[in-house]
């Protein structure tokens, strides 16, 4: 079983849909988990993180955790053609075993139509 | 806004050659990673580096791979000895703080080709 698993689309939205993006782990041990948006051949681009389980909100964007399903999400609301890019969710460890490692999933291609 | 560069933004070496790889984090960062996207396959964690020490490497990252921080600004990746299979986007991230691993920011990468 992969560590972080994430559906590489690609998505195809119209302009101001809610788009759902989701990955799921195995590794009970990860506490914090992000987003990362990435436009082709750049450097991924930190969106959101979230500690634990619950949600986060900024902007249009909502980042949700569920530990106990080992899932995690993120919405777009209203979303716009630029939001077109690949997103990646990432996960690390907390604490005394963190060394910095980011396990990223195989990202997710979106592209929103005007 | 600080952002991490990275030089060159494309490297083209033949096998066998040694190349390094320069990257310039965020300057009050303390924390610093390498990490590899081969074309198509996810974003791969090489190595972390922290008070000039190692704090972890892959299993990717064997005996032909290095870093460096020379001084108090470039932090470098060095490949001693390139393969086919070593060419990939290479991205150099650093973070501000231990409690902030997870808030690594990203350089737009060095694409490096081995012919």
């Known amino acids: 079983q992969k560590e972080v698993e994430q559906d590489p689309g690609p998505l195809s939205v119209p302009e101001g849909a809610i788009v759902s993006l989701n990955c799921t782990y195995s590794?009970?041990?990860?506490?914090?988990f992000m987003w990362y948006r990435q436009y082709s051949r750049k450097g991924p681009e930190l969106l959101m993180y979230?500690?634990?389980?619950g949600n986060k909100e900024d902007g249009r964007f909502t980042a949700q955790v569920d530990k106990s399903s080992k899932y995690i999400s993120l919405f777009i609301r209203d979303s716009q053609p630029s939001d077109s890019a690949t997103y990646l969710c990432?996960?690390?460890?907390?604490?005394?075993?963190?060394?910095?490692?980011?396990?990223f999933g195989q990202g997710t291609t979106l592209q929103v139509k005007p | 806004e600080p952002e991490v560069t990275q030089t060159p933004s494309h490297q083209v070496t033949q096998m066998g050659q040694e190349v390094i790889l320069r990257c310039v984090p965020i300057?009050?960062?303390?924390?610093f990673y390498w990490y590899r996207q081969i074309l198509g396959q996810k974003v791969e964690f090489l190595v972390s580096f922290y008070n000039n020490e190692i704090s972890e490497k892959s299993e990717i990252f064997d005996d032909q791979f290095s870093v460096e921080r020379p001084d108090g600004s470039n932090f470098t990746l060095k490949i001693r000895s390139t393969k086919l299979e070593d060419s990939a986007m290479y991205f150099c991230a650093s973070s501000p703080a231990f409690s902030k691993h997870y808030e690594q920011y990203f350089g737009p990468g060095t694409r490096l080709t081995v012919t």
């Open positions: 979230t500690y634990s389980s």
């Open positions: 300057s009050n960062h303390l924390y």
């Open positions: 590794n009970s041990a990860f506490q914090y």
């Open positions: 990432a996960m690390t460890f907390h604490g005394s075993s963190n060394t910095g490692k980011l396990i």
